[in-house]
């Protein structure tokens, strides 16, 4: 809790106990003793208040129970002696009250337990107080750090054999000295431009995910020899729509790992619809015979992984369905915005 706040709840603390203080001479105004009787109330009520608040501190570290309590009382007694003394000398000294009325007696001592009492269980109110809104937001902060810290590795754990292949393509296509090389190599340095800094964020304009989405099917389309396997349909406008980084394309790419090359084009099925209040993804695949269909821990990044990604960053505004259907493999991922 920051200080500021701290000095508020105190002031507001003592605003009140002054309000309790004067309440009886609200009725008789004409109390001599009003002025000097609040000073000494608030003074001692101040020092047995702020040697408990400070005191909590070291007390609650303590392992030991029974030497807390008895370091407790010990603080009690010493604040029982500091506030009669304090007491008698201001009335003495200070407003030269009768000193044949000065007695310190069973009703002053008692009254005076009564009063520590009272303030030692409000220092204790207020510190538990601060100290759990204090713990509860450190609780928030070391939550937040941690999903901060997960997604930045669920986000980075992109399957570098993408790259490799790319690679091995492109040397492929210079060393046939093909036109289509340049073009490769500009749709691979906007992927990894895209990766290194759009990224980075917590939302990118959906526009360039799709952008993305595209530049990731076209290198992908190097290493095929049907450039129609993959057929990709996209509906809607995207304009002024927010994404979360790298989320669509780890589908795609457990897609193009696990479909079958012998089927009739098309072999991989991309549909994206935008709508404004919901984005709808889907993938298809014919999955290979004789071959599992691929589960969560296949494919990419991890299924796994982008659930654990959706949960963190869209919370009951996300569904996602991922199962076969006899040969095609189905993936629908839908997005409330």
């Known amino acids: 809790m920051k200080l500021k706040y701290k000095i508020i709840i105190h002031v507001v603390f003592w605003l009140y106990i002054f309000n309790q203080a004067a309440f009886p001479y609200y009725i008789n105004k004409s109390d001599s003793f009003l002025v000097p009787d609040l ?3 608030m003074l001692t009520g101040m020092l047995a208040f702020y040697v408990f608040y400070f005191s909590f501190k070291y007390l609650f570290q303590l392992n030991n129970k029974f030497i807390s309590i008895l370091i407790g009382l010990a603080l009690a007694g010493l604040i029982l002696a500091g506030r009669i003394s304090m007491e008698y000398s201001f009335w003495r ?63 980075s ?25 340049p073009e490769a190599v500009m749709k691979l340095s906007s992927i990894m431009r895209y990766m290194l800094y759009d990224a980075t964020t917590d939302k990118v304009l959906l526009e360039k995910e799709i952008e993305y989405l595209k ?12 450039k129609e396997f993959v057929s990709l349909d996209i509906n809607g406008s995207a304009e002024g729509l927010t994404i979360a980084p790298m989320l669509l394309i780890p589908f ?12 009739p084009a098309p072999g991989i099925i991309v549909r994206l619809d935008i ?10 695949n014919f999955i290979r ?5 691929p589960t969560d821990q296949q494919g990419g990044i991890g299924l796994s992984n982008i659930r654990r990604r959706l949960e963190l960053l869209y919370p009951q505004k996300y569904s996602l369905d991922i199962k076969p259907d006899g040969d095609v493999f189905c993936v629908k991922l839908i997005i409330r915005t």
């Open 39 to 41: 000073i000494i109330h």
């Open 93 to 155: 000294y200070l407003v030269h009250y009768d000193i044949t009325k000065l007695k310190v007696g069973r009703e002053w001592i008692f009254d005076d337990i009564r009063l520590i009492i009272i303030f030692f269980i409000y220092s204790l109110l207020i510190r538990l107080a601060i100290n759990w809104y204090e713990n509860q937001k450190l609780q928030a902060d070391f939550i937040n750090q941690k999903q901060v810290s997960e997604l930045a590795l669920l986000r």
């Open 157 to 181: 754990q992109v399957n570098p054999h993408f790259f490799f292949n790319t690679l091995n393509n492109i040397y492929s296509l210079v060393y046939q000295k093909s036109d289509d090389a």
């Open 215 to 226: 530049s990731f099917i076209e290198l992908e389309k190097l290493r095929l020899r049907n």
């Open 252 to 263: 795609v790419e457990n897609a193009f790992k696990h479909a079958s090359r012998t089927v």
């Open 275 to 284: 709508r404004p209040i919901e984005i709808k993804f889907e993938v298809k």
């Open 289 to 293: 015979k004789n071959q599992q269909a």
